[in-house]
DNA sequence: TCACTGATCGTCT
DNA sequence: GACGATCAGTGAG
């Protein structure tokens, strides 16, 4: 019948209670401080935080994995060139790109160049921070752990789904980037990697991740 | 922890 | 009609 594990449609809010860790404040980023540059903006996004305010609350999580498909990248969406599906991915940077992929799930990317050049930034995994009750409603899973493992997880966690397709990152909206935490802990170890799942330009290394984080997917040969 | 497999459906050739 | 930037479940080591 229905899709089973598809975002649902948004359901009518009723003003529900908001949780505590709902208040916490976050900066938004600006286009200028993003990297112009693909590779560039994968690393810098490690550590950043996705913010989404899509109903019926606020869920955010801050990035410990993504990889980086640049233009002309066999492995990217973009490589064929502009098509109804990914023609997000071709907006100036900082824009979201929602793929819908294996017949259940969504991903997230961030468009990383200029508008009219198509490459992006894929979100792969992030540690949950806010709305963590919220996210165990979307995923069904009680384990803090499994909520934003992995791409299709971590859109789900976050309620994204084709609606969030080409929403501008760093306007004010339901899905926007925020800077990262500041204080101790801030600064983390990133390591780098092939990418997951790919078939096409599969030697590059071009995954970046949160060294020892246990929010990051993947074998764990990959993430030492 | 890893390897394997089925589910599921939009997109593209 | 084939493929795919995945996930969850299962079984083996």
């Known amino acids: 019948m229905t899709s089973p594990r598809a975002p649902g449609p948004r359901s009518r809010s009723t003003s529900p209670p908001e949780p505590p860790d709902a208040r916490a404040r976050f900066r938004r980023l600006r286009r200028a401080e993003l990297p112009s540059e693909t590779v560039a903006l994968a690393r810098f996004l490690i550590g950043c935080i996705i913010v989404s305010d899509v109903p019926p609350g606020r869920a955010s999580a801050r990035i410990v994995e993504c990889e980086a498909y640049l233009p002309g990248d066999a492995a990217a969406h ?25 017949g259940n799930h969504y991903c997230l ?6 508008a009219g050049i198509g490459a992006g930034v894929l979100l792969r995994a992030g540690e949950p921070l806010t709305g963590i009750d919220l996210m165990r409603a979307r995923r069904g899973v009680s384990a803090e752990r499994d909520l934003c493992r992995g ?74």
């Open 78 to 102: 973009s490589f064929r060139g502009e098509t109804a599906r990914n023609r997000t991915l071709f907006m100036r940077r900082g824009h979201a790109y929602v793929y819908f992929i294996y």
């Open 109 to 114: 990317n961030v468009s990383s160049e200029r």
């Open 151 to 224: 791409p299709g997880r971590l859109a789900q966690a976050l309620g994204i789904g084709a609606a969030e397709d080409g929403l501008d990152l760093c306007a004010a909206g339901p899905l926007w980037l925020a800077a990262p935490r500041d204080g101790p802990g801030g600064r983390v170890a990133v390591g780098a990697s092939v990418r997951i799942g790919i078939s096409k330009e599969a030697d590059r290394v071009l995954r970046y991740y949160v060294r020892d984080s246990p929010y990051v997917s993947g074998p764990k040969k990959l993430n030492s």
